[in-house]
């Protein structure tokens, strides 16, 4: 049986959330309103840099291709039942849309779970959009794959601005302006242009 | 080595609590809070009953356990460095107590899950006295379990109602004003006292 | 759009399993093998009755049916590619079955983690043949949900089995031969029909 | 209060392991021996390698420090009753050791999870000369802390080696001998030596 390469899995997903109406920049919003309040100079394109980022791993592309499916053969009525009614409906004790999203978060720490929850809560912007069923949309899987790669660039972003601040030093050094420390778009360009595309660490790691 | 029997374990973990200003119907309010919206009859004493019930399991006693003795522990100063400091002050990026905390709210399914992350983030109630550090008292890892608990009793909830809005069958039933039918409270008795097939015990916990 | 009720469900998850070669004696082997070690009075009806409980779980019981549907999609080649190759060869790094079939083990504390990476890597008895690959047969999601109830069933056993031993009191007791302590099985009977304050039910699922 | 700075945790890591007898090689030998069958040509160095990567993983690295600081103090007794007995005993159902340790596994994919069960259940190497309690020696968290690096460090060697197979070109490449092909040390250089020591990528994914 043939091997499926990584490079037609990463395009089959980005092919998919566009196909499904998702925008990469929609998700980097949700990504902007989550880290903001923490990160005052939070700039959206390194937001959408880090959407773009957890979107190499493995585990959250296949978690992806899954999801997606389920809710298209939901939209065709293809599955067998009682599984259509509760995906086609997004049953509210139905949760292996849940399961399946946080699988691939658990791997940013704490503050990627605790995102997640709340992003599951209160939905917001392009999450919500997913939410509300409209015509024979089914979404039952996608909002929460949304959720679940929002939290985890949100939490990304949130460990990079921490590796900034140390590698800048204490505040005071901020104070004197020493123009020889590095300026956080400096850093995170030294980290993404030495990161190769679906390179082993970001799979791996 | 002795062994410790649960008995011992149940009452250490209610007096721990209740030394560190924990009360049970703290927990339960906050339950209240994540559950009456969906669920307009509900009364206090059946959060409160909940809350007892998710405190009978070994997984979480332990957590609260571990989770109280460290925080009393980095109180006295008795910690080692640096994770003495870490502990103390609450580090944004520490995750043990989220961690510890996730550990025995996993078992109570998606909602158990999601409402912990919402609760992490919006601390409500108990858990907001907690996480204000007022003098010396460190709480890091108490806010955490207080909200997996919470969030543990909130999806025991959910799961039990919809056991009970199907034995009652569906919403005419309500409206015929069938007097044979079951009402919530009998239903919460009856599943306490006996597992029955099915029973909300079961799926919920 | 109608409610799926839980009868509806269990009965669908018992039927998918039969139809796909899964008998719950099968499980109930497995079981016995993970728990006799620890607990050699074990009897085989013990654990069949454990996985019967396990399965009476929601969040198991979706898991099933999304899993088994998953397999039999691809099977009929009905997946959209890359999935279909992804899951009809059980690719090596291929994880969402794993995510899924843990998502309800995480329910039966950390022996249930465990338990289930030793038979994801051990494959034994009926997950050893479903993982066989013969004809055009896919079980990619099976084998691993197979573990998850095996696992599930046997922490819930390891759970009960330490709840009678508390019951019984002391070894000394044993040797005295105090014939009105309860016998493991009248405790397996008693807690089946009422759940007692710090029941097995409780702690173990 | 002062902010601790990740060089300060990641020394202090590194200098309890070492103090608690664990060095990076006995962990690299168990990495060797779990991928070793998947990938005949694995060197030594570089389980060695991916032991010191996963190691620079703040999640990981807090929770090192958290269960060899309960494991510390229960050998000096200093812990409360009963958590000082349940920990000293390795209590069989006492599960927040492998909560801690899971964890920071989660983030490396299903094959991080079922070689953690795996490693468990089969103590080998160091994890079992850790795990058997000689003298007044508790090790009942840092064996699962082992268990959890050695199981992160093998799935990022599982993953890595998948990249190199699809940067090397199908099987038949091989044949031909094209000497202009990466060669895996080459790929394992180019990824590491473009990743900072305690880099944001690191961190964070």
Chains 1, 2, 3, 4 share one sequence.
Not at 10 to 21: D, M, T, Y
Not at 62 to 91: C, F, K, N, W, Y
Not at 118 to 143: A, P, Q, S
Not at 155 to 175: C, N, Q, T, V, Y
Request: aromatic content about 4%.
């Amino acid at each position: 049986m043939r091997r499926v390469h990584s490079t037609e899995v990463r395009n089959a997903v980005l092919q998919k959330l566009s196909q499904r109406g998702v925008r990469l920049e929609d998700i980097a919003e949700i990504v902007y309103e989550m880290q903001a309040p923490y990160n005052p100079s939070l700039q959206m394109e390194v937001c959408l840099e880090s959407v773009r980022a957890v979107l190499e791993k493995r585990e959250l592309q296949h978690a992806i291709l899954v999801g997606i499916e389920l809710d298209m053969l939901a939209e065709q009525r293809l599955l067998s039942e009682p599984l259509q009614t509760i995906v086609a409906s997004d049953e509210g004790l139905f949760g292996c849309d849940e399961t399946l999203a946080l699988g691939s978060v658990l791997g940013y720490g704490s503050i990627g779970v605790t995102t997640f929850g709340h992003l599951d809560k209160h939905k917001i912007g392009i999450i919500k959009r997913l939410d509300t069923k409209i015509g024979n949309g089914v979404h039952t899987f996608l909002d929460d794959l949304v959720a679940s790669i929002a939290a985890s660039a949100s939490s990304r972003i949130a460990h990079k601005h921490r590796d900034w601040e140390e590698e800048i030093g204490p505040p005071f050094e901020l104070i004197a302006g020493d123009t020889e420390k590095p300026t956080i778009s400096r850093v995170f360009e030294e980290t993404e242009s030495s990161v190769v595309p679906l390179s082993a660490e970001e799979n791996a790691s």
